[in-house]
């Protein structure tokens, strides 16, 4: 695959305080050498590995994710998280519907030399029957003007409808039926996009709940662009230029 047109991303948007995957490579890492979480080979559209990115990072590791887990990267932009479960030890399938970011994960996969199966679909229709011990998203969850999601723009990567919620709603509604008995569901989100929603249909769905990690970092240019719109729709209450990013844990008993 040629690399003409390709990103070596770096989180820019929002500051990292540390390497943010564990066993990454060095962010000086050039294309072709193993990626880390510090610098990815990306297309362009596809989204960069941030700290939304780090926080499940972290809490996949907390959960124990390892040796014989078998593990779904669902919106895996640039495989970061799959990657991450891939050295931890597990089995892992990594779904996304952007053509660009299957080619991303694709490259940096086979960069890394690890076992990770990336494949192209809508969610859980792409592995239709499928289960799994977990199931990890770092899905778009934005608040967006206009009722539809973007198809050709940058904004597919974290553009979700007016409330944010459009990608959300259908993986706590998936689910249930996705994991295994004892599975793990691992989500992250904004603040903007109602994490109290998130726990109440997942609870509704038959899951233990519980938000188990929380962070407040800067706006970062896309909120920044549209705080105006935000604000008038009442999503962003008492906040200035600071949201909170939410770790949500769903357990099958």
């Not at 259908?170 to 989100?189: E, K």
């Amino acid at each position: 695959m040629s690399t003409r047109g390709v990103r070596l991303s770096e989180g820019e948007d929002e500051p990292l305080t540390r390497e943010a995957l564990p066993g990454a490579a060095p962010t000086s890492a050039p294309v072709g050498h193993t990626p880390g979480q510090g610098r990815f080979v990306r297309f362009p559209g596809v989204y960069r590995p941030q700290t939304d990115t780090l926080l499940l990072a972290l809490a996949m590791r907390r959960e124990g994710i390892g040796a014989g887990t078998d593990l779904l990267d669902l919106c895996t932009g640039t495989g970061a998280l799959a990657l991450h479960a891939a050295r931890l030890g597990a089995r892992v399938t990594a779904v996304d519907i952007s053509r660009r970011a299957v080619a991303s994960a694709r490259l940096n996969t086979a960069f890394a030399r690890l076992p990770v199966t990336v494949c192209r679909g809508d969610l859980l229709r792409a592995l239709p029957g499928r289960t799994f011990d977990a199931v990890v998203s770092n899905p778009p969850y934005v608040p967006a003007p206009g009722l539809s999601l973007p198809r050709h723009r940058a904004g597919r990567s974290w553009d979700a409808g007016p409330d944010g919620r459009m990608i959300l709603d259908r993986i706590c509604d998936d689910a249930f039926t996705a994991l295994r008995p004892g599975g793990l569901l691992l989500l992250v989100q904004s603040g903007l996009s109602r994490p109290e929603e998130t726990v109440a249909r997942l609870s509704a769905a038959g899951l233990d709940v519980s938000v188990t990690g929380r962070v407040t970092i800067p706006f970062g240019p896309v909120t920044r662009g549209r705080a105006g719109w935000l604000r008038a729709r009442g999503l962003l209450g008492d906040r200035l230029d600071r949201e909170e990013l939410v770790v949500i844990r769903a357990r099958k008993e």
